[in-house]
């Protein structure tokens, strides 16, 4: 399902002394099946861009539509619209609740009021896609690890089938293999379900392996969008507004400038790896 964004603007505290634009005439365009990462400094306007898109939040201008309908048009729609885009917030393990795995992850299932066959291949199903086994399904989810936890938690968003999956910071907090896991299923589920996923992250590393499309976000305002490839190679734009480009591409840049032979555009660990093992066997 595409995602259409025109001239959206969004003021927290608006109207009184404390007003601050949040989001200046935000346009963009998402196409259905793309795999998005939205980047920024801290209160650039990412989780605020987010949360408009099942209409959590609400612009004060602009309109936002979803396969061509205008979510906030007829609020009797908001139901239906919110079922096909689900949002996971960072830390989405403090929404657990309930007693087992099982339970806290059939919750948006049974309230839709689905019947009890098709809960529990919802259920089944969504715990499979972030590799929760079965074994697992009668554990407190209060006693499972963070990485663990945290799948728990996507996997009850995926068990109401979204067509859009946008993720907040999905990793944060987790140490490197709990990381690892949560976005190594993230990829999976992209790939298996072929769903629009949107993820919102400051790791550039993790943004540059993952995704198709970048949208770079500044001061709520959408300053650069493109492949990994057109964005990672603006070393000097994403500096100027207090970002940086992936590891791998200063790594390229300094390897560059001591004489090594390598292409502008490489900004992941193994094209960079290949590109020095290549130009050291052409010497």
Partial sequence: MSI??????????????????????????????????????TGSGKSTLVQHLNALL?????????????????????????????????YPEHQLFDMTVYKDVSFGPKNAGLSGEEIKERVESALTMVGIMPDMYEKSPFELS????????IAGVLAMRPEVLVLDEPAAGLDPRGRDEILNQVKKMHEGLQITVILVSHSMEDIARLVNRILVINKGEIVLSGTPTEIFAQIEQLEAIGLSTTQSAYIARD???????????IFTVDVVVDAV?????AR
């Fill in 58 to 90: 609400k612009p004060h201008s602009g309109h936002i539509f979803i396969d061509g309908e205008d979510i906030n048009a007829d609020k009797s729609r908001l139901k239906a619209i919110r079922s096909k885009v689900g949002l996971v917030f960072q």
């Fill in 146 to 153: 963070g990485g663990q936890k945290r799948r728990v938690a």
């Fill in 255 to 265: 390897l560059r400038n001591k004489g090594f032979n390598l292409p502008e555009n």
């Fill in 277 to 281: 093992l290549s130009e050291l066997q």
């Fill in 4 to 41: 259409e964004l025109k001239d959206v603007c969004h003021t927290y505290s608006k109207g009184s002394t404390f007003a601050k634009n949040a989001l200046n005439n935000i346009n963009l365009t998402i196409e259905s099946g793309d795999f998005v990462g939205l980047i920024g400094h």
